[in-house]
């Protein structure tokens, strides 16, 4: 055979083919100026059989939807803009005195609650509110002896995600040291409203996020027997997926005991809570 027929047939092999049997050719545009890329499909309707790879295969349009598909079932915490926590946060002020920003904080967009005392402790129990802003003195004697101290002990104990502002003036820090340091935040009553908006917002933006239930999950790893790292991936995993089933599976297999297990699925199922406000 002549050099001018075998060069005319490796020319020919390269350039794009018409469909046979009624396939169709998927051809991408080409890319400085390079040959376009020729797709071939199957039976099935996949694209295969890149001949000259100027583009990736998913370029053609019918990888294109697969692609699609495979990034929406990333599971990810969605960005909640401030404006749109503040408008589904809910936030209980207890004191038997007066709340002096009670119609700024109304007025800035905020869900605020005032009682005088404890009025429904199961409410608070079942996490209704994302911040409690509660006072030392004369609140919750009807629910414990040591007053507002023995309250925030009491929910911190049965559910330690609940955020807790410890609200009192600064006479009693040292005389109540424990209730301080029990509480996510303290407030002076002297304090300005800027103040007291900014340390509530900066809870909110905590209570709104993933990486607040993966620390409170965190502190318990070492009452597990699991490995930390291990524990703190699966428990990320089981918000996302709004599924603790895994989570579930890996306490019972490292040993947990019932009461911290249940403390952690707690803390796990109220970060679904949250995610679910915002992701169907």
């Keep these: ?3 001018d027929r075998l060069a005319y047939d490796a ?3 390269l350039q794009p083919t018409k469909a046979r049997r009624g396939r169709k050719a998927c ?3 080409a890319e400085d100026g390079a040959a376009p890329s020729r797709l071939k499909r199957t039976s099935l309707g996949r694209c295969t059989g890149l001949a000259i790879a100027t583009k990736p295969v998913t370029s053609c349009p019918h990888n294109r939807g697969r692609m699609l598909s495979f990034f929406r079932r990333r599971y990810v915490w969605p960005e909640v803009p401030a404006d749109e926590i503040r408008k589904r946060a809910r936030v209980v002020v207890i004191d038997d005195a007066e709340f002096p920003y009670l119609e700024l904080f109304r ?4 869900t605020v609650d005032k009682w005088n005392d404890v009025i429904d402790l199961q409410k608070l129990e079942a996490g209704y ?9 004369d609140v919750g004697k009807a629910q414990s002896a040591d007053q507002g101290l023995g309250v925030i002990r009491h929910l911190k104990r049965i559910r330690p995600a609940q955020i807790v502002i410890a609200y009192s003036g600064a006479d009693y820090r040292l005389k109540f040291k424990e209730f301080f340091d029990l509480a996510d935040a303290t407030l002076d009553k002297a304090g300005d ?16 996020s993933i990486g607040f239930y993966l620390d409170k999950i ?8 699991a490995d930390a790292l291990k524990l703190r991936s699966v428990a990320q995993g089981a918000i996302l997926r709004r599924n603790p089933r895994r989570l579930e599976r890996l306490l019972v297999k490292s040993g947990a005991d019932s009461d911290t297990a249940n403390l952690i699925l707690q803390i796990a199922q109220t970060g679904i809570d949250i995610l679910s406000m915002f992701v169907r």
């Design 193 to 208: 409203y800027v103040e007291f908006k900014r340390v509530v917002d900066d809870l909110l933006a905590d209570r709104f």
């Design 11 to 13: 020319n020919k092999r």
């Design 1 to 3: 055979m002549s050099r």
């Design 27 to 29: 051809t991408s545009e």
């Design 218 to 225: 965190s502190e318990f790893a070492s009452h597990t027997g």
């Design 107 to 110: 007025r800035d967009g905020y």
């Design 129 to 137: 509110y994302d911040i409690i802003l509660l006072d030392i003195q």
